[in-house]
C-alpha cells in the first residue's frame, strides 16, 4: 500500500511539473509576442498578447527622461494607436529576452525578465516586469513595467 501511494505521489508530482513548464512556456510566448507584434507593426499580434480589461495597467521610462502610466485596455489602445498608423517597419528589431523569474499562483503569474533590443543603431537593454492572468485558458498581459536602461541609448542612436 505504501508503494501504491509513493508510485502515485511521484506521478503527481511528474505532472505538476509538466503541466507548469507548460504554463511558463506559454506565458514566455504571449510577452515574446506583445514586443514582437508591437516593433512589427502589427496590431492584431500586440492587442492579441493583451487583457481588454479596464484594469490593465502600462508604466515606462520614456527616452526623453519623461515616464508615463496608462491605465485600462481603451486607454492604452488609444494611446499606442499612432504606432499602428503606419504597417511599414522602420527598422528591423530583434527581441532577446533572458533570466525568466516567473512565480505564478492559480490564474495570475509575476514575471520578470533582461531584455534587449538590437536594431541597426545597436543594443537597448531593459529590466521588464510582467504581471499576466490566465482569461479563458489564455496568458493575458495585465501589467508591464519597462525600465529601459537609457544611458547609453543617444550615443547608440548617433553612431
Not at 533572458?98 to 536594431?119: K, P
Not at 543603431?121 to 495585465?142: C, M, Y
Amino acid at each position: 500500500m505504501k508503494n501504491l501511494l509513493l508510485v502515485i505521489l511521484l506521478l503527481l508530482s511528474a505532472v505538476s511539473r509538466s503541466l507548469a513548464q507548460a504554463d511558463n512556456d506559454a506565458i514566455k510566448r504571449v510577452l515574446r509576442s506583445e514586443t514582437e507584434g508591437f516593433f512589427k507593426r502589427d496590431k492584431a499580434e500586440w492587442a492579441n498578447a493583451w487583457a481588454h480589461t479596464p484594469y490593465v495597467n502600462f508604466a515606462a521610462n520614456l527616452y526623453g527622461g519623461d515616464f508615463r502610466l496608462i491605465q485600462g485596455w481603451s486607454d492604452l489602445e488609444k494611446q499606442f494607436a499612432s504606432q499602428f498608423k503606419s504597417s511599414k517597419v522602420s527598422d528591423k528589431v530583434t527581441v532577446q529576452n533572458a533570466n525568466y523569474t516567473i512565480h505564478q499562483n492559480g490564474n495570475m503569474a509575476f514575471v520578470t525578465y533582461d531584455q534587449t533590443l538590437v536594431d541597426s543603431h545597436g543594443k537597448t537593454t531593459s529590466k521588464e516586469t510582467r504581471v499576466v492572468e490566465k482569461l479563458n485558458g489564455q496568458w493575458k498581459i495585465i501589467n508591464v513595467i519597462a525600465l529601459t536602461n537609457l544611458k547609453n541609448f543617444g550615443l547608440a542612436q548617433s553612431k
